[in-house]
């Protein structure tokens, strides 16, 4: 037998296994403790436990190391494409170039929506934030796309992966010129993955757009480093939502919802808003350290710290150098980026920050770099969502090929009333028309706990 750990409970020495990674990360199986013990764990926010064993990425939030199949982002980021990183996270392995190949051709077949999808979109009001239309359309898809008939269950999830990866990047765009009131653009056969979505963007009938290489590789890049973070709120959402057996389009579409939120990839909107907020106030970042820190004012610095990371995330350092790499080449200065250089000097020499361990984290910069290519605030979170998709997929997929996928069902510790009467209305009403003493405690309105916007 392995190592063990043990739990003595009410007098009695319990043993339960522990589970090692393959890179000596630790765990304590406590999968039979309630059938053993009567007891349940209790870790608000997730925060101790593993919801399971994954072979995806690798993460040392202690080191600063993000691994995708064993291969470090850094080195995908230079090396790789974000369509060769996909079909890494989601096959585990790198494709042989004729795999690639054939993969990158069914990323151009699959590539158009059904056409009555344009009537969907012109239905929501015109001011809708795209993250709400992408996560309703991708339900939708179900409807166009239902169950395939004669096809083995592999088959039926390649194709179903494939039209995904596929359309989401079209739907995205299409949202896009529909919201200006433009005409949409078409996906080309002839383009990349990343140069099509760029030219369905801004491609225009009076003014066609000029490719250039570099902008297309800033995207890919942006697009890698966004592929995967192991079991982050959006991807568990995918994983717990997909437990319950839905389809595919729905696990993914709660992903989305999951991760519009501002703690999650809502944050690289928020982000350019704050600095565009310091901007606005003459450039000086003092002011908004201090209300970061000040506990009785809910501001936190956007796009730093992480649940995770106790260091600099690897992905912000790459973003940076994109941001120079790409103002460099487009001969152009943002002042939004000398606010975040700025901004992250003054943080990470201050104690506070300091001490609860917070640094940039991948939403800092990366906002930076998608205005540099042209893309519009309301649009940041809808290119997280690209970008994260091959990763849902993978884990998705991880998880319905495991033999112990189980429907995720986490218990609670009961804290409200013990059993009480039915108070019948006229009792309630009192005799004199006043109100009888609530049972408990009301909840605070939902608004009182959201922060200031
Ligand atoms: N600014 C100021 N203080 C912060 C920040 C911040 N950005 N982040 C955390 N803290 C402080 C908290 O106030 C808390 O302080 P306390 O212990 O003195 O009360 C402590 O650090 C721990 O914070 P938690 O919220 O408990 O940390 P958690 O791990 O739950 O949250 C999160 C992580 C949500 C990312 C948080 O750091 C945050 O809100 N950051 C800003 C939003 C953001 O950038 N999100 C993107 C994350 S990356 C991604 O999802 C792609």
Redesign the pocket.
């Known amino acids: 037998m392995g190592e063990v750990a043990k739990l003595i409970l009410e007098g009695k020495t319990y043993e339960l296994p522990v589970v090692v990674g393959s890179e000596g990360e630790k765990a304590i199986d406590i999968s039979a403790l309630r059938a053993k013990t009567g007891y349940i764990t209790l870790d608000p926010?997730f925060?101790n436990t593993g919801s399971c064993q994954s072979a995806i990425t690798f993460m040392d939030g202690e080191k600063g190391i993000l691994r995708h199949r064993g291969i470090p982002v850094q080195e995908l980021a230079a090396k790789s494409s974000f369509v060769e990183t996909a079909f890494l996270l989601i096959n585990g392995r790198l494709p042989r170039r004729e795999e690639l190949k054939r993969f990158s051709q069914l990323l151009n077949e699959h590539s158009l929506v059904h056409e009555d999808l344009h009537s969907f979109y012109r239905l929501f009001p015109r001011e809708s934030h795209p993250m709400l239309i992408l996560a309703s359309m991708v339900t939708a898809l179900r409807a166009f796309y239902p169950r395939l008939v004669g096809l083995s269950q592999s088959e039926e999830i390649n194709i179903t992966v494939t039209r995904l990866l596929s359309k989401l990047r079209t739907m995205a765009a299409m949202s896009y010129k529909l919201s200006l009131g433009h005409r949409v653009i078409y996906p080309r056969p002839d383009l990349s993955y990343c140069a099509n979505f760029l030219n369905m963007m801004f491609d225009n009938p009076v003014r066609p757009y000029q490719l250039d290489d570099e902008l297309v590789k800033a995207l890919d890049v942006f697009w890698i480093l966004h592929a995967d973070?192991e079991q982050?709120?959006s991807t568990a959402a995918v994983r717990v939502v997909g437990s319950a057996r839905v389809n595919l389009y729905a696990a993914v579409s709660a992903g989305i919802a999951a991760l519009w939120g501002?703690?999650?990839?809502g944050?690289n909107q928020q982000v350019i808003e704050m600095l565009e907020q310091i901007q606005a106030g003459g450039g000086e970042v003092r002011p908004f350290i201090a209300r970061?820190?000040d506990k009785n004012d809910e501001f936190?610095?956007?796009?730093?710290?992480?649940?995770v990371y106790r260091t600099y995330d690897p992905r912000a350092q790459i973003m940076q150098d994109m941001c120079h790499r790409v103002l460099d080449k487009l001969q152009r200065q943002d002042p939004l980026l000398d606010i975040a250089k700025r901004l992250e000097e003054e943080a990470l020499k201050d104690s506070y920050f300091q001490d609860?361990n917070?640094y940039p984290?991948?939403?800092f910069y990366s906002g930076i770099l998608l205005r540099a290519l042209g893309i519009p605030n309301n649009m940041f979170t809808v290119m997280f969502a690209i970008g994260r998709l091959p990763g849902w997929i993978a884990q998705w997929k991880e998880s319905a090929q495991d033999p112990e996928w189980r429907i995720s069902r986490p218990r609670q510790v009961y804290v409200g009333q013990t059993e009480t009467r039915y108070v019948p209305m006229e009792a309630r009403d009192g005799k004199e028309g006043e109100a009888a003493e609530p049972q408990q405690r009301p909840s605070e309105p939902y608004s009182a706990v959201l922060p200031r916007p």
Not at 262 to 265: F, N, S
């Open positions: 926010g925060a973070h982050n709120c501002p703690l999650h990839g944050a970061a820190k936190r610095l956007m796009g730093f710290g992480h649940r609860h917070l984290n991948v939403d």
